[in-house]
């Protein structure tokens, strides 16, 4: 089953920040984060495992709530280059691999 | 290292007709993914192999397409016939695939299919 991800859409200004949300109604072991940048191939940017992890990447971090089946990626200080089209994937119950589904994907925009 | 790679890039193809599309991934992977992605929507999963065997083809349309990892490297998959709607870029992806191990996803640069 496919997670939910909000907001559809978001647009920034040069160095505002942002939150991109994904969530499932099924018990997950990890979510993925990609970012898809027009006309390109998605791009991994992290992976979190079931307990709560918190990861970073520069200014791109997320975490994962597992007992809400939610994470959470987190963008500050946004620049030019995060534009493009953010993708949560799920996978589980028990392991990698299993029943991986990617979101709908969340659009962000910024602008100088 | 050589990325994923995926040829076509492009292919345009008349309704009813056959279209097959091949994958390379990165050395060693071990699982190989299959994406549909049609415009303003999220990669859809088509079949997944790990080595030359089918992990989930769940949503694989069985009546026109077909997918195959004969030697646990390449792939190809094929669709016959096609229809318009399956106008979309193809995606292939490579994870590490060890047990246990977290399977970040590396994506080939895709094959754009227009089906008229």
């Known amino acids: 089953q496919q997670p939910v991800q909000s907001p559809q859409a978001v647009i920034l200004r040069e160095g505002e920040d942002a939150v991109i949300n994904c969530s499932s109604s099924?018990?997950?072991?990890?979510v993925h984060w990609y970012r898809q940048k027009h006309g390109e191939a998605p791009v991994f940017l992290m992976i979190?495992?079931?307990?709560?992890e918190q990861k970073g990447h520069e200014k791109i971090s997320a975490s994962f709530n597992e007992k809400k089946q939610q994470s959470s990626l987190y963008l500050t200080a946004s620049q030019l280059s995060y534009s493009g089209t953010y993708f949560c994937?799920?996978?589980?119950?028990?392991?990698?691999?299993?029943?991986?589904?990617f979101g709908p994907g969340t659009r962000l925009s910024v602008l100088p | 290292e050589a990325g994923v790679a995926q040829s076509p890039r492009y292919k345009i193809i008349e309704k009813r007709q056959s279209v097959a599309f091949w994958c390379n991934p990165i050395?060693?992977?071990?699982?190989l993914y299959w994406y549909q992605q049609i415009l303003g929507q999220g990669p859809k999963l088509l079949i997944q192999?790990?080595?030359?065997?089918?992990?989930?083809d769940s949503q694989l349309p069985k009546d026109r397409f077909s997918a195959e990892r004969l030697k646990g490297v390449d792939s190809t998959l094929k669709i016959q016939p096609a229809k318009l709607e399956d106008s979309a870029v193809y995606l292939c992806?490579?994870?590490?695939?060890?047990?246990?191990?977290?399977?970040?996803?590396?994506f080939g640069p895709g094959t754009r299919l227009t089906v008229l």
């Open positions: 992806a490579s994870s590490s695939g060890v047990a246990g191990g977290p399977n970040e996803q590396f």
């Open positions: 099924k018990a997950l072991y990890s």
């Open positions: 979190l495992l079931k307990g709560g």
């Open positions: 994937g799920t996978e589980g119950p028990e392991n990698y691999g299993q029943n991986f589904v």
């Open positions: 050395s060693g992977h071990a699982t």
């Open positions: 192999f790990q080595n030359n065997g089918v992990v989930d």
